[in-house]
């Protein structure tokens, strides 16, 4: 049974931004709003939606905000979250596109900018998707593809 005051993580509940929240900090027990967590602690809070998978939260009051936020409160971890679904700025288009397209309709393009144009920073390639991009190259335009990145292959 929960103290008085306090409000347990409750796995089956969706939580919105006024929903009371008390999580575990080096301080002690803290109780906030959700919406106030997504400003003290974001990437707890993303971590235990997406990795965890042990909070459930509205998508437009919750979400949303929260993603906005990891972009400031901690870019590496937004970085590595987002992945191919980043928006970026891409030679060719007038507009920010996300990685994905590019990556999948482009790889040898794709590769020069992220790899040779030193773009490595810009967009997080998990192994699997560095492979996957590797192979393309390696077959489409063998020359291009550095010593480096055949070693991934092998």
């Known amino acids: 049974m929960a103290e008085e005051g306090t409000f347990p993580l409750d796995p089956e509940k969706v939580y919105y931004s006024m929903d009371e929240l008390t ?7 803290v109780t ?3 919406g106030a967590w997504l400003n003290f602690d974001p990437v707890r809070i993303h971590k235990m939606i997406n990795r965890d998978k042990i909070l459930k939260v509205d998508e437009m009051e919750v979400l949303n905000p929260l993603v906005s936020k990891l972009r400031r409160a901690d870019p590496e971890y937004f970085k590595k979250f987002m992945g191919l679904r980043l ?29 040779k144009g030193k773009h490595e920073n810009k967009v997080y390639l998990n192994l699997g998707n560095q492979i996957k991009l590797f192979q393309k190259v390696s077959m489409m335009d063998p020359k291009l593809i550095l010593k480096k990145d055949l070693e991934i292959l092998k």
């Open 87 to 115: 928006v970026i700025d891409y030679p060719g288009y007038s507009t920010g596109i996300v990685a994905k397209i590019p990556f999948e309709n482009d790889p040898v393009g794709f590769y020069k900018w992220w790899r």
């Open 32 to 34: 906030l709003r959700m």
């Open 23 to 29: 999580l575990d900090t080096e301080e002690g027990p």
